[in-house]
């Protein structure tokens, strides 16, 4: 790896693992941690697991571990440019959404209900669950007992109220300091890429059309530029070209106007980054144009009747798992059951978010389809 920048996270200075283990060899801290996040099951999961669309849809859309592994490409490019860890980068944005429950924001939104007098469901919580407890692989410790900088780095946001609870990684909530860079361009790296991908996924789908994306600024000023240098390009290659400009255009914006904060604020260290503000940012310019086409997204994507169809029934099925689960905990596979007799919603939670979507629809037929033959 190249020199890093004096600011940067460095795996011989991390702040350490939960239970202490000898030092990698012939890798580094943050190398292992992004090892430990491949081979986990909840990544495996990630495979079958939705943003937007329903895993069985389509074939090309993408699921949450392509977009992981685009969030992690993104980012990677991003800390390169800035002299910052791209292997811890990585690992933030390779386990950044392994705690997300079936069918994306919907699940999540009816299992928060569902948890909402049992302490609450956040993903991202639950992603650090998954690392610090739930993965069950190693003879030493239960999860896989990543470095500090890759913990912290999964924890985006997170209410006063769960700081509290979290220990080390909730510090930073408490005393309102700044995660390192590198856990703040993970967060903006996810950001480029699921906008984009929302795009071509909802062009693909016919869910938006060319014409209506073409509203709002970004999208088509990019698209005329595509146009005016190949006039003849067919709609697929046009909508590609046109994403991967706008891509490019993000990720260059946020490297620039990062890369002039940085050195107007000249942060002697990682110490420094923590305590002044947030020193990743796009330039306003882009600023505004991400919040028009984030919320060109949620009036004619999200909010797009065949989504919010798909949405209801997937709500259905997690309101009516947890609840039937909830009247019978006998119900639950048996390490769940043991895992209940601590604390039963919580349990429930862990198996329901745990599901890839197909996982959670034959659950629910198991559960309530009589099928005698
Ligand atoms: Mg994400």
């Known amino acids: 790896m190249a020199e890093l920048a004096p600011y940067a996270a460095r795996a011989d200075a991390s702040r350490g693992r939960r239970i202490a283990e000898p030092a990698p060899e012939g890798r580094s801290e943050f190398q292992r941690d992004r090892d430990r996040i491949v081979h986990s099951t909840a990544f495996r ?60 924001h919907s699940g999540q939104d009816a299992l928060n209900e569902c948890m909402r007098d049992f302490g609450g469901f956040e993903h991202n919580l639950q992603s650090l669950r998954v690392v610090d407890v739930l993965e069950q692989r190693y003879g030493g410790f239960d ?71 073409s509203e709002t600024g970004v999208f088509a000023r990019h698209l005329a530029s595509v146009k005016r240098e190949y006039p ?36 002697a260290d990682l110490e420094a980054v923590r305590s002044g503000e947030a020193l990743i940012s796009f330039s306003d310019e882009i600023k505004r144009e991400q919040r028009e086409l984030q919320s060109f997204l949620r009036k004619n994507l999200y909010k797009h009747y065949r989504v919010q169809r798909m949405s209801n029934k997937a709500k259905r099925i997690v309101r009516e798992l947890f609840s039937a689960f909830l009247d019978d905990p006998l119900l639950l596979p048996p390490e769940f059951q043991a895992r209940a007799a601590e604390d039963t919603p919580r349990a429930i939670a862990d198996y329901v978010a745990g599901m890839t979507d197909r996982y959670a629809i034959k659950e629910y037929r198991r559960i309530f389809t009589v099928d005698i033959s």
């Open 45 to 104: 999961r990630l495979e079958y697991k939705t943003q937007v669309f329903v895993n069985h849809e389509g074939d090309l859309f993408r699921t949450r571990l392509t977009h992981s592994i685009e969030v992690a490409q993104i980012a990677r490019s991003i800390a390169r440019n800035l002299a910052l860890n791209e292997d811890l980068v990585e690992s933030i944005a390779l386990a950044h959404d392994l705690g997300h429950t079936p069918f994306g």
């Open 232 to 267: 003849d390009l067919q709609e697929r290659r046009l909508i590609h070209e046109t994403v991967r400009r706008m891509i490019n255009t993000l990720v260059t914006d946020l490297t620039g106007e990062s890369d002039r904060r940085i050195l107007a604020r000249r942060p």
């Open 143 to 213: 999860g896989l007992n990543l470095c500090f900088e890759t913990r912290e780095g999964i924890i985006k946001h997170c209410s006063l109220t769960n700081a509290r609870k979290l220990g080390d990684v909730g510090e930073r909530f408490l005393l309102k300091r700044q995660p390192s860079l590198e856990a703040q361009i993970a967060n903006f790296a996810d950001e480029i890429a699921y906008n984009n991908h929302d795009i071509d996924d909802g062009l693909r789908s016919g869910l938006i059309t060319l014409k209506q994306i």
